[in-house]
């Protein structure tokens, strides 16, 4: 069992810079396959970076290639999503998700892969 706290969201004009932090407590954190998704009003949650276990193995959805950086901390049980040059449809609650994960390298983009969820933290960008 694993439980997962969200950070960092708040209130921000296009173009500015957050930074999201996903901490982890229970089992072993390097043992899990992260991800952080979002969700806007009115729309479906959707994946929008993925990390594997190790950190070494990442994807990005087309739409924050180039702004958004997933990384992680082993030793501090925690995650990271670095968004720079935020736009008014990045806008949405984002939440982390955690799968037990036992092969390196593997990347899940579905939200029924993951077994956890933080509660989410809610991002807002002003136009």
């Known amino acids: 069992q694993v439980q997962l706290v969200e950070s960092g969201g708040g209130l921000v004009q296009a173009g500015d810079s957050l930074r999201l932090s996903c901490t982890a407590s229970?089992?072993?954190?390097?043992?899990?396959?992260m991800g952080w998704f979002r969700q806007a009003p009115g729309k479906e949650r959707e994946v929008v970076a993925i990390i594997d276990r190790s950190g070494f193995s990442t994807y990005y959805t087309d739409s924050v290639k180039g702004r958004f950086t997933i990384s992680r901390d082993n030793a501090k049980n925690t995650m990271y999503l670095e968004m720079n040059s935020l736009k008014s449809e990045d806008t949405a609650i984002y939440s982390c998700a955690a799968r037990i994960e036992i092969d390196y390298g593997q990347i899940w983009l579905q939200t029924n892969e993951y077994d956890y969820w933080g509660q989410g933290t809610q991002v807002t960008v002003s136009s």
């Open positions: 229970g089992r072993a954190f390097s043992t899990y396959a």
